[in-house]
C-alpha cells in the first residue's frame, strides 16, 4: 500500500501547470461539442463513433486481427467523414467562435418563454380548425428536442407570440409566406416560409402533394410534430417519426396539442426557473388569454 501512494505522489508530483491548462482546454472543447450537437442528429453520429472506437480497443484486446483491422481503417478515414457529416454544426460553430458567443449557452438552444402551453395549444387548434374550413393550405412544424436552425435560415424569421389571428394570417393564399412551412418552438412563432426537406418514400399516394411530403420529410429527420392542412379537401393531418396519420378531427388533435405542450412544459422547468434566476426573478408573466 506505501508502495501504491509512493507512485501515486510520484505522478502527481509530475503534473505540470501546462498539463492542467491543457486538460481543462480539452474539457472545454469537449463539453462545448456535446453542447452543439446533443439536441440534433449529430448526436447519434458521435454515439456510433463512439461505439466503433470501443469496438476497435476491445478488437485490439481480443487479438481479433480481422475486425481490428477494419474498425483501423474506419477510424482513420473518421475524421474526413466527421468534417463531411458535421459540415452545418462545424459551420455554426466558427460563425459563434467568430461573433465570441461560442461559450454563451443562450446561443446554443432555443430562448425559454414562460409560455402557458394550454393556452398555446388552444390558439393553435382553433386557427388549425379555422383554416381547415376554409380550405387554406397550411404547413407548421412544432420544434422539440432537435434544433432546427437549418431549417429555420431558409425561411423569414418572425418570433412573436402564438396567436390564432397571426397564424391565419401567415397563411393567407397570396402572401409571401403562406407556402412555406412555419416553426413553432414552445409558445414562439420562430419562422416562417420555410423550406422542408421531402421525404424519399416512394409508395406515398399520388393524392399527397408538397405539403404532406414536406411534412414526412420533415418528421423521417427530425423529431418535430408536423401539422398539414390540405388545400384541395381541409383534411388535417399529421406528420411524426416518418409516419403520416391523416383525417384529425376536434377531439384528435386537440389531445396531441396537448400531449405536446404538456411534453414541452415538463422538459422546460429546470431552464425556466434558471432563467429566472438569471434574470433576478424579475421576469413578467404573459397574462391569460380565454377564447369561447
Known sequence: MKEFFQSVWQLLTQIRVLDLLDIALLAVLIYQLIKLTRETRASQVLKGFAIVLIVSQVSKWLHLDGLAQLMSYIMNSGVVVLVILFQPELRRALERLGAGTFLDSSTLRAVAHETDGGYVAAELQHAIQDMAKSRIGALIVLQRTNTLESIIESGTVI??????????????????????????????????????????????????????????????????????????????????????????????????????YHEQETRGINLGALLKRRNGGNGKKQQKQSDD
Open 159 to 260: 418570433d412573436a407570440q402564438v396567436s390564432r389571428e397571426l397564424i391565419e394570417n401567415i397563411f393567407v393564399p397570396n402572401t409571401p409566406l403562406h407556402d412555406g412551412a412555419t416553426i413553432i418552438n414552445g409558445g414562439r412563432i420562430v419562422a416562417a416560409g420555410c423550406f422542408l426537406p421531402l421525404t424519399s418514400n416512394i409508395d406515398l399516394s399520388h393524392e399527397l402533394g408538397t405539403r404532406h411530403r414536406s411534412a414526412l420529410g420533415m418528421s423521417e429527420h427530425t423529431d418535430a410534430l408536423v401539422i398539414v392542412v390540405s388545400e384541395e379537401t381541409g383534411i388535417i393531418s399529421v406528420a411524426e417519426g416518418g409516419k403520416l396519420r391523416r383525417y384529425m378531427d376536434q377531439y384528435s388533435l386537440s389531445e396531441l396539442l396537448g400531449s405536446v
